[in-house]
């Protein structure tokens, strides 16, 4: 079982940037597939990066070029680092791990607003 905890959400103007981290308390977190998801008021829960165990990265169309995340399986960490953001970015931000068997799990969230 792993636990997640995000932070590095808060306001930003548009274009400006945020680094949310996510930390990772609990084992065998280097073969868990790490992601964030974001969910915007009304809206349901969508994917906007993940990490492979191996280190592979995948990306939303709305993240892909903007957006990269990272993990270090040393300290147990992932982040998402988020260059050019924009108004339709505001969102709650959340850390997944996925376990290689199916157990799943999520941190609590962290509020990222983008707006002048």
């Known amino acids: 079982q792993v636990q997640l905890v995000e932070s590095g959400g808060g306001l930003v103007q548009p274009g400006g940037s945020l680094r949310l981290s996510c930390a990772a308390s609990g084992s065998s977190f280097s073969i868990y597939a790490m992601g964030w998801y974001r969910q915007a008021p009304g809206k349901g829960r969508e994917s906007v990066a993940i990490?492979?165990?191996?280190?592979?990265?995948t990306y939303a169309d709305s993240a892909r070029g903007r957006f990269t995340i990272s993990r270090d399986n040393v300290k147990k960490t992932v982040s998402l680092q988020m260059d050019g953001l924009k108004p339709e970015d505001t969102a709650v931000y959340y850390c997944?791990?996925?376990?290689?068997?199916?157990?799943?799990?999520w941190g609590q969230g962290t509020q990222v607003t983008v707006s002048s």
């Open positions: 990490i492979s165990s191996t280190g592979g990265a």
């Open positions: 997944n791990g996925r376990h290689p068997l199916g157990p799943n799990y």
